[in-house]
């Protein structure tokens, strides 16, 4: 049955659709950033220019679908299903299915130069290790899979944005355990290198044993499919900068020793100790600005939290960056800020602090991170938060984060 729209030249279509072909019709959509209504209206156009009628679909359990097309396309779809012989669902299914097969997955979008986040505060405590781990977890998600996502308001008082559904980037990600407290890979869920073994550090310093590759581990995690891997840390960076003050070009020594690791992964992400220290130079050099590479394809992203000696330690972070920019006369793209472990039911210090992070505008807030159980319990379990609850409102905003630095 089709009902004329009130506004425009589409008209509404109520038919039925296998449920696995409506939801490959709109995982596919979604990956090409196509309307499904167009999608359908395509694939009917498709179908009805087919020599002969392809082979028949198993339509058992369609349910109910609906989709606006073009006036008049409904009508001559089904005088054609009639010459054909098939009814109006199966000639619906295999249009669906000509389109599908016509407009195949793109695939993950690989970029041309390794892209490298930084994830710093020299503040402890705010989050850094979760926040790193949470983007890079978003970041390597099924690119074939829908998953839920919300965007950060940018205007002060503005009401909470809805949760979206989008495809997964599918990248491969490396997250790199840089702080010596070893968190990040105990979250999850591997172990700590030895001191006496070799490390990211000693690598760093030119004492490496073997190859940094070997050290690499793999989060072994359906969702990740094989995407996902960890350099753990080892807690003889609380040596690093000791042994960086003797390092020629200490600076590069992060880059140095990443660099044999960047052909394999679309994304590096750095979770930084909390330092103002050599280390730290390194890690705001390898994030700089590389020939040829755009504007924000990586950076630095800053987490803090709504409260006020967070503001403090931005201050001092932001200070040393730009001095250590002058010095080496590079160029470091802000990535945005994190208000992380938000709750708005604490009153007003949270609401007035979020207020002044967003009003600062450059570098803007690009995601606020909301203080829920799922990542306490997740870190107790040893378990991706984004594995462990994929569904709860922090898997959102780290979604929508993952969204706003791609």
């Given amino acids: 049955m089709a009902t004329e729209v009130p506004q425009g030249d589409r ?25 499904i209504q167009d999608a359908v209206s395509e694939g009917i156009a498709e179908w009805r220019a087919l020599a002969s ?30 010459t054909r012989g098939v009814s109006y669902i199966q000639g619906l299914a295999q249009s669906v299915r000509t389109w599908l097969d016509t407009h195949p997955s793109p695939g993950a979008v690989r970029p041309a130069i390794v892209r490298r986040f930084i994830v710093c505060n020299q503040k402890g405590g705010v989050g850094k290790t979760s926040v790193s781990a949470g983007l890079a977890e978003a970041l390597a998600e099924d690119p074939d899979t829908l998953h839920p996502y919300r965007l950060t308001a940018t205007a002060p008082g503005a ?12 990248l491969r990600v490396l997250l790199v355990d840089f702080d010596p ?18 490390s990211l550090s000693k690598h760093m310093a030119g004492e490496s044993k073997g190859k940094l590759a070997d050290l690499v581990v793999p989060i072994e995690n359906p969702r990740f499919g094989d995407r996902l891997h960890l ?19 200490r600076e590069a020594a992060l880059e140095r020793a990443l660099l044999p690791l960047e052909d394999d992964f679309d994304v590096i992400v750095i979770d930084c100790p909390p330092s103002l220290g050599l280390s730290m130079d390194a890690a705001v050099h390898y994030g700089r600005r590389r ?41 470091v793209d802000y990535l945005g800020i994190v208000v ?31 203080d829920v159980k799922e990542q306490k319990e997740a870190v107790r ?26």
């Fill in 53 to 82: 009628t392809p082979s028949p679909i198993d339509t058992a359990g369609a349910d109910s679908f609906s989709t606006w097309l073009p006036t008049g396309e409904w009508e001559a779809f089904q005088a054609d299903c009639k």
């Fill in 340 to 370: 992380n472990l938000y709750d708005g039911r604490r009153g007003y210090i949270a609401t007035s602090s979020l207020e002044e992070w967003i009003a600062i505008g450059d570098p803007r807030v690009v995601a606020v991170v909301p």
């Fill in 231 to 249: 350099l753990p840390g080892c807690q003889d960076g609380f040596l690093l900068d000791v042994r960086l003050s003797a390092t020629r070009a």
């Fill in 291 to 331: 020939e040829n590479e755009e504007p924000g394809a990586s950076g630095i992203l800053i987490v803090v939290q709504a409260e006020d000696s967070s503001a403090d330690a931005y201050d001092l972070l932001t200070t040393q960056i730009e001095d250590l920019l002058a010095d080496m006369q590079i160029d």
């Fill in 381 to 406: 379990t040893k378990t991706p938060l984004l594995a462990y609850d994929p569904t709860c409102d922090q898997s959102a905003a780290y979604r929508g984060l993952a969204r706003e630095v791609l």
């Fill in 159 to 170: 009401p909470k944005q809805d949760i979206l559904e989008a495809v997964g980037p599918g």
């Fill in 181 to 198: 407290q070893t968190h990040l890979t105990k979250q999850l869920g591997a172990e700590p290198l030895p001191l006496d073994s070799d």
């Fill in 11 to 35: 008209e509404k279509v109520v038919s039925k659709l296998p449920q696995s072909l409506r939801q490959e019709l709109k995982v596919r959509a979604a990956q090409l950033t196509v309307g």
